[in-house]
């Protein structure tokens, strides 16, 4: 069995136990945690199971701790789907979905689905429009629906090229009567 090269000296130890001590993200700790944890000897298996992080996790935290010390294990997860809209704009958004449908803010060209219900795809548009800001996921317009209070709704497998059904009534008379 090959002799592991990451060890942690008596006084980084402590700096750790200090930095655990005073951190107050979870993620960080996690992080913090993991690192004395392999640094101290711990086995790599013993260390998953306490943890619960993977063998990658564990060595990449190793590398960051290594070209960064302790400060490159900060964890950069902003939250709250990125942050991408703040609390107010949230709020704002909850009230106007609330208040108008789909038809009565998107022009009839514009809109994917028919206005009367919130789809996805018509919550995608007004949220560019309104805010500028456009999600990777399609979960997290389901998210905001979900926060509005709105079920998501599916659009119509329909073709908008299609006649009516009225036009194609009239038509198969038409073509009856020859």
């Not at 013993?46 to 992080?53: A, M, S």
């Not at 809109?111 to 548009?125: A, C, P, Y």
């Not at 999600?135 to 599916?154: A, C, K, N």
Request: positive net charge.
């Amino acid at each position: 069995m090959a002799k592991r090269q990451f060890q942690l000296s008596e006084q980084e130890v402590r700096k750790f136990v200090r930095a655990e001590d005073e951190v107050d993200n979870v993620r960080e700790l996690r992080r913090l945690q993991t690192v004395r944890l392999y640094g101290t000897g711990y086995a790599v298996e013993e260390i998953k199971t306490i943890t619960g992080c993977s063998w990658r996790s564990l060595m990449d935290w190793c590398r960051a701790y290594q070209a960064k010390g302790i400060a490159g294990l900060a964890s950069r997860w902003q939250g709250q789907n990125a942050a991408k809209l703040s609390r107010e704009q949230r709020a704002e958004l909850r009230e106007k979905v609330n208040s108008y449908r789909p038809d009565q803010l998107l022009a009839p060209d514009v809109r994917i689905s028919q206005g009367q219900f919130w789809t996805v795809s018509d919550l995608k548009l007004v949220i560019q429009e309104w805010y500028g800001v456009s999600y990777r996921s399609q979960s997290s317009y389901r998210i905001l629906l979900h926060e509005s209070r709105l079920s998501v709704q599916r659009t119509a497998q329909q073709y908008r090229s299609r006649p009516n059904e009225r036009s194609i009534a009239d038509f198969e008379a038409e073509l009856e009567k020859k």
